[in-house]
């Protein structure tokens, strides 16, 4: 059975953004492939961030996972920090990675410019996420458009890897989900909707209450033509919004294009509040059952075990292989 394997990072709420480009295509995936689900916490602390709120968002997300629909039965799930052999197979990666194509990664262009002391590990990132993907053989890695880019450094670091020292890594393949791969700010809907704006208005968090999940998407911008269609390019709010009725309603783009292609705005957006008000509740609703059972350590000491004998396996056959150690 081919392997896949995705993390979302605890580093603030997580969004229906999150929830649509991550998290479901797990629950869809994890009845066809063996599927590990991790938390990468060490991901986090590129960017200050405050002890206290990381510790409590690890258990959090991990409870969501579950009320998302992530099956314990069918899913591996572990936190990275737990995991010491990530952090180490990342320094030897390092080493087969050129500077010049870790330079590339669009990402780190962009959160460089918004931080104010820029740590090197938030440059190093991709390749503590190339060694996460590379130690389990992943073969499919499900993400959002805006990580492809790492996914295929993953690729190349391996590719590279196994033509030294010979075949050591699965080439790992990105994983785009195709309704929603992009929710858009709903107070910008040209830019991508991100757990971590200071505009609360611009994102819909999992945990929001009803009322200001209706709130924010009946004040969510627009334009003034009043004509539903779907065109990303000319009529982004609208598009984002179709989108994310698509997600929610498990319709396609064109279904609910003209579903509503006589309606008007005021309408797109009560049924759009409607169906994601509705799906969110049920979310929460089981969310806190899991937080309050202890079932969310129970499961995480479980696949930390199951990992770190997978991942120990193959960091020895590494060191075996570049000549570490004594093994
Ligand atoms: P991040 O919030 O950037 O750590 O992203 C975690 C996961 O959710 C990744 O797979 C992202 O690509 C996905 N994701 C985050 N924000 C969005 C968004 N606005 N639309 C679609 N997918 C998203
Ligand atoms: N960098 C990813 C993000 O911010 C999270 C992540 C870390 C990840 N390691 C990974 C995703 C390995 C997939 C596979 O969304």
Redesign the pocket.
């Given at each position: 059975m081919k392997r896949i394997?995705?993390?979302?990072?605890p580093s603030g709420e997580l969004t229906i953004g999150n929830l649509i480009g991550g998290i479901k295509q797990m629950v869809k995936y994890q009845n066809e492939y063996e599927s590990f689900m991790f938390v990468?916490d060490l991901?986090t602390i590129t960017i200050p961030q405050d002890p206290e709120t990381l510790k409590k968002r690890i258990k959090s997300i991990v409870a969501l996972y579950l009320a998302c629909g992530i099956d314990p039965n069918k899913n591996t799930i572990y936190i990275q920090s737990e995991n010491l052999y990530h952090a180490n197979l990342s320094w030897i990666l390092e080493c087969n990675t050129y500077m010049g194509e870790a330079s590339r990664m669009t990402q780190f262009k962009d959160k460089s410019q918004k931080v104010k002391n820029v740590s090197v590990g938030l440059f190093t990132y991709p390749i503590l996420?190339a060694a996460?993907?590379l130690l389990y053989d992943a073969d499919y890695?499900p993400?959002g458009i805006d990580?492809k880019q790492?996914v295929e450094l993953a690729r190349d670091i391996a590719i590279r890897f196994n033509n030294k020292y010979g075949k050591t890594f699965t080439i790992p393949e990105p994983l785009i989900p195709q309704v929603g791969a992009k929710i858009m700010k709903l107070q910008d809907p040209t830019k991508k909707m991100s757990k971590s704006d200071e505009n609360i208005k611009n994102s819909i968090f999992i945990l929001d209450t009803e009322e200001d999940i209706r709130k924010k998407i009946m004040s969510a911008v627009t334009d003034s033509e009043n004509k539903i269609y779907y065109d990303p390019e000319n009529k982004p709010g609208i598009a984002n919004l179709l989108t994310i009725y698509s997600a929610f309603a498990n319709l396609s783009i064109e279904e609910v294009a003209s579903k509503f292609k006589e309606a008007n705005y005021g309408t797109l957006k009560k049924e759009v509040a409607d169906v994601v008000v509705s799906n969110i509740l049920d979310i929460q609703k089981k969310y806190q059952e899991y937080l309050n059972s202890g079932i969310v350590d129970q499961i995480l000491d479980e696949g930390n075990k199951k990992v770190n004998q997978i991942a120990k396996e193959k960091y020895e056959e590494v060191l075996r292989k570049v000549g570490l150690g004594r093994i």
């Open positions: 394997l995705t993390g979302l990072q990468p991901h996420m996460d993907i890695v993400v990580q790492h």
